[in-house]
């Protein structure tokens, strides 16, 4: 396996400003898409670079009508001292990432249950695909669940990108994004809805991934609070490391 990073994760957003200290991720096409409007850091930076920042994108999503910030410190990196201190004082959400890779060959074998379907998306089943995470994505609000609908439909178009659906007994049950890249597969965006889980849908999900890529390396992020890791682990994953993310939202 060649040696994963965070850098081989795919980030839905363009570098509109990089310098020796971070790297800026803006998506005009989605402003209310906090993972893809956000400043990367590429060292941990002190408290008075941190505020320096802080005020930089703020300012830069006050002038875009956002209401969010949003950092990442660097892979493998704990938060401490008086930086942790401010970031807890001031508000921010402090959570992290897990990464995560694997060998299809290494993926555990699923038992075949005829009651699940796995198929591609394509145009005969997308709305069915938009309407399910329609649903899901109303959780963030009806203005994301919206913005949301026209970025299936532009991903529906990139090349690079596959999405797949489960049906249970012919019902939309679940769903996942694979990002292709030329060593790479990510599993983006795996979920199955709550009436369906522990049914194996997510495991047959996954199990179609390696059995289309046998040849990449499958990786993946997960919340580093969340239990799906959990099964990530028992699945033969391998964990390759953490990254702490800073957000903060203000109120209208």
Known sequence: MKQITFEDIFTLGNIVSENA???HFHYPEML?????????FKNLPSLTEFKKVEKYLRNYHLKRGQNHIKFCLPANIKLAGELNVYLNNMGYKIGFLELYAIKP???PSVVSNPD???QMVTDK??????NLKYKNDLAFGKEFARQKTDLIRRQFDDKDIQQVMAFYKGSPAGYVDIIISNETVEIDELTVNEMFQNKGIGS???RFVMDSFPNKTVILVADGEDTPKEMYKKQNYQYLGFKYELQKVYQD
């Open 21 to 23: 200290h971070y790297r």
């Open 32 to 40: 209310i898409r906090y993972d893809s409007n956000f400043i990367e």
């Open 105 to 107: 060959i290494h993926f």
């Open 116 to 118: 699940i379907d796995i």
């Open 125 to 130: 089943n997308l709305e069915v695909l938009i």
């Open 204 to 206: 047959r999900l996954q």
